[in-house]
């Protein structure tokens, strides 16, 4: 067995494991921090695959962790970018309601924002044909929010773990995490010893796992989303410039199928939200879990039955969008004209690691942070994780009192 002791040890190598590193290095250098990943590099999975929306901030609950850290994360992470010379596409972002409940919820959206902090305004129809050209609204107002833009995730945690490396942060990848042998000692698959002052469980798709360990997150599960996307063969068409998305159901964690223009000039239409048959199920067989996954189905059948937010109409849905003619006619519905034969299917697909409450029987919607003694442990950094990095890391290291700790 090989013995290492760092101050800090990581586990995982995401935007949020990154940033917790990057904050706590700014505010001393001398600590030694040690990231642990089960991959061979940073950013493989949610992180790395998520579609590069910095999001404004307007659809959550005030007062929620994710509205106390999106609008500042979001400001913080592209003063980073631009200082590290890493692209933005400043291109704002339209929602447009389709039916009178999608309209009434525009004001609600509108109020949101608000009080989260977020540049948002109500637009008249002018306006959104001038920001849409050829897109439809149910009315004759749509909502903008000016300061999403897009980034690329893969340049920014590339850029990321160049800075961590010069910073001192050590890396150790091939490792997961396979015994807790003390509340500061755990030992990798690969038989290495690692003692601690303090850990970070950041591991995304596999942090309920690490915190059962720890014996924390015992009622808690992940259901693994899959994000199916297909991109336009040709722009030139309809031009569309802007992030384009539906009025979301506010009851479920998901946005709905929207368009996202790219760095290249390309626009993506997507995700879905289909169940995946494993945490790593991104292509046909690939990473399939058969016991997690009855335990999911079994889950989603319950969900199913009880139906709260319209739950089964948005499930049959979802699960249709995985045919490219269903898909096409849901983003048909925010621009018409949109042709079946202009839609290829893009490389791009992810898996959302969204957690289940097995003993209150609901979707959580909110970050979760669990703590025990020398640990914190974010349980669910589902969107929006990405946009809200260094923002969500100074809130994590707050709640750990790891100043204190070490």
């Given at each position: 067995?090989?013995d290492?002791?760092?101050d800090?040890l990581?586990i995982?190598?995401?935007?949020v494991?990154?940033?917790?590193?990057?904050?706590?290095?700014?505010?001393?250098?001398?600590i030694?921090?040690?990231?642990?990943d089960?991959e061979?590099?940073?950013g493989?999975?949610?992180s790395?695959?998520?579609?590069?929306v910095l999001?404004a901030g307007?659809?959550?609950?005030?007062?929620?962790?994710?509205?106390k850290v999106?609008?500042?994360?979001?400001r913080?992470?592209?003063?980073w970018?631009?200082e590290?010379?890493?692209?933005?596409?400043?291109?704002g972002k339209?929602i447009?309601?389709?039916?009178?409940s999608?309209?009434d919820?525009l004001?609600?959206?509108?109020?949101?924002g608000k009080?989260?902090g977020?540049?948002?305004?109500?637009?008249?129809?002018?306006?959104?044909?001038?920001l849409?050209?050829?897109?439809?609204i149910f009315k004759d107002?749509?909502?903008?929010?000016?300061?999403t833009?897009?980034?690329n995730?893969q340049?920014?945690?590339?850029?990321?773990?160049?800075?961590?490396?010069?910073?001192?942060?050590k890396?150790k990848?091939n490792?997961?995490?396979?015994?807790?042998?003390?509340?500061?000692?755990i030992q990798?698959n690969?038989n290495i010893?690692?003692?601690y002052?303090y850990?970070?469980?950041?591991?995304?798709?596999?942090?309920?796992?690490i915190?059962?360990k720890?014996?924390?997150a015992?009622?808690k599960i992940?259901l693994?989303?899959?994000?199916?996307?297909?991109?336009?063969?040709n722009?030139?068409k309809?031009?569309i410039?802007r992030?384009?998305?539906?009025?979301?159901?506010?009851?479920?964690p998901f946005?709905g199928?929207?368009?996202?223009?790219?760095?290249?000039?390309?626009?993506?239409?997507?995700?879905?939200a289909?169940?995946?048959?494993?945490?790593e199920?991104y292509?046909g067989?690939e990473?399939i879990e058969?016991?997690?996954s009855?335990r999911?189905s079994k889950?989603?059948i319950?969900?199913?039955?009880?139906?709260?937010?319209?739950f089964?109409?948005?499930s049959?849905?979802?699960?249709n969008?995985?045919?490219?003619?269903?898909f096409?006619q849901?983003?048909?519905?925010l621009?018409?004209?949109?042709?079946?034969?202009?839609?290829?299917?893009?490389?791009k697909?992810?898996?959302r690691?969204?957690?289940?409450d097995?003993?209150?029987?609901i979707?959580?919607?909110?970050f979760?942070?669990?703590?025990?003694?020398?640990?914190?442990?974010?349980?669910?950094?589902i969107?929006p994780?990405?946009?809200a990095?260094?923002?969500?890391a100074d809130?994590?290291?707050?709640?750990?009192d790891?100043?204190?700790?070490?």
């Amino acid at each position: 067995m090989i013995d290492q002791k760092e101050d800090i040890l990581i586990i995982g190598a995401g935007m949020v494991g990154l940033c917790l590193a990057y904050n706590i290095k700014k505010t001393n250098s001398k600590i030694s921090i040690l990231i642990l990943d089960k991959e061979k590099n940073v950013g493989l999975h949610t992180s790395g695959r998520n579609s590069g929306v910095l999001h404004a901030g307007i659809y959550y609950e005030p007062n929620s962790l994710k509205a106390k850290v999106c609008v500042k994360g979001s400001r913080r992470l592209k003063k980073w970018c631009k200082e590290e010379n890493i692209k933005i596409l400043n291109c704002g972002k339209v929602i447009a309601p389709q039916t009178t409940s999608e309209d009434d919820m525009l004001d609600l959206l509108f109020d949101r924002g608000k009080k989260n902090g977020a540049n948002v305004e109500i637009i008249s129809k002018t306006k959104f044909n001038e920001l849409i050209p050829g897109g439809k609204i149910f009315k004759d107002r749509a909502l903008w929010t000016p300061d999403t833009c897009v980034v690329n995730p893969q340049e920014i945690m590339k850029k990321m773990h160049q800075k961590l490396l010069m910073l001192g942060v050590k890396f150790k990848f091939n490792q997961k995490v396979n015994k807790v042998l003390s509340a500061n000692t755990i030992q990798t698959n690969q038989n290495i010893v690692i003692r601690y002052k303090y850990m970070f469980n950041s591991a995304g798709l596999n942090a309920v796992e690490i915190a059962n360990k720890f014996d924390l997150a015992r009622n808690k599960i992940v259901l693994p989303f899959k994000g199916l996307y297909w991109q336009l063969k040709n722009n030139l068409k309809y031009k569309i410039h802007r992030n384009l998305y539906p009025v979301p159901n506010l009851d479920l964690p998901f946005l709905g199928i929207h368009f996202t223009p790219t760095l290249d000039g390309n626009i993506i239409l997507g995700p879905t939200a289909i169940p995946a048959l494993g945490k790593e199920n991104y292509q046909g067989t690939e990473g399939i879990e058969l016991k997690e996954s009855l335990r999911f189905s079994k889950i989603l059948i319950s969900q199913f039955l009880k139906n709260e937010g319209n739950f089964r109409k948005y499930s049959l849905e979802q699960a249709n969008l995985g045919f490219k003619y269903n898909f096409w006619q849901s983003a048909k519905k925010l621009l018409p004209n949109l042709k079946l034969c202009d839609l290829e299917r893009s490389q791009k697909v992810g898996i959302r690691p969204q957690v289940f409450d097995t003993k209150e029987k609901i979707l959580i919607n909110d970050f979760i942070l669990e703590k025990r003694e020398n640990s914190t442990h974010i349980v669910n950094a589902i969107s929006p994780a990405f946009t809200a990095s260094f923002e969500l890391a100074d809130l994590i290291l707050k709640k750990s009192d790891l100043f204190e700790s070490i």
